[in-house]
């Protein structure tokens, strides 16, 4: 590989995200309990969210948006004003989630640092965004932070014309098979994959993906063994 910059997502990949969204989830069921079953409140807060998509982009305010509108359509309009209350108050819990790094994040780009363009690629809130990135004390390391309304391969190739970069110089490391892998692959680039304890529904792909340029990992350290081996 003869790379010049290396992308990484954020969510997941470098510090913990949807575990706090899976935490947020089930207080959402707990509170519309009365209604439908767990699995049922999931599943019709799912279809919200992913119909929201194209208007609200992705992220926490979205999710907000979606989790009240998601309420008042579970309960024909007739929820309290009480839980729309208390479900702003869950998305500005999720807004102020600590910041958890995952293992091995800090080292990998301390070792890649000054020897390849890093780049953060990822989805979400803007104003979300760099404030985890802020708060990670990640931001050092980063040539630019790149928050993307959507991860195809035309984003990814707008972003790589962007930073001036030719896709077999160009390295996306993330925890989504659909978001940060297939499209840079597609591209002619290289994608590493390591794999969070638990993907957002939205993210599964139901099929093994074998191509020379992609490789997956455990932990992010193996990064660095990758590229200097």
């Not at 790379?3 to 954020?10: G, P, R, S, T």
């Not at 279809?47 to 979606?66: F, R």
């Not at 008042?72 to 999720?94: A, F, H, R």
């Not at 290289?190 to 093994?208: G, L, N, Q, R, S």
């Amino acid at each position: 590989m003869n790379l010049k910059v290396i992308a990484f997502d954020a969510d997941d990949t470098l510090f913990i995200n949807e575990t706090y969204f899976l935490e947020t989830e089930e207080k959402f069921c707990a509170l519309m309990s009365d209604y439908l079953s767990h699995q049922g409140l999931s599943q019709e807060l799912f279809k919200v969210e992913i119909a929201n998509l194209k208007l609200y982009g992705y992220g926490i305010k979205g999710y907000i948006l979606s989790m009240i509108e998601a309420a008042m359509k579970i309960s024909n309009n007739t929820i309290p004003i009480e839980v729309i209350e208390k479900i702003i108050q869950y998305g500005k819990e999720l807004l102020e989630k600590p910041i958890e790094l995952l293992e091995g994040v800090d080292e990998t780009l301390e070792a890649l640092y000054g020897k390849y363009k890093l780049v953060v690629a990822t989805k979400g809130d803007l104003l979300d965004q760099r404030r985890k990135l802020h708060n990670s004390g990640l931001g050092k390391y980063f040539h630019h932070i790149e928050v993307m309304s959507d991860k195809k391969e035309q984003d990814y190739d707008d972003l790589l014309k962007r930073l001036d970069v030719q896709p077999h110089e160009f390295l996306m490391v993330g925890n989504s098979l659909k978001s940060d892998v297939l499209p840079v692959l597609e591209l002619g680039g290289y994608a590493v994959h390591i794999p969070f304890h638990t993907t957002w529904a939205h993210e599964k792909i139901d099929h093994e993906i074998k191509h020379e340029n992609f490789h997956s990992f455990t932990n992010i350290t193996e990064v660095v063994d990758l590229i200097t081996n």
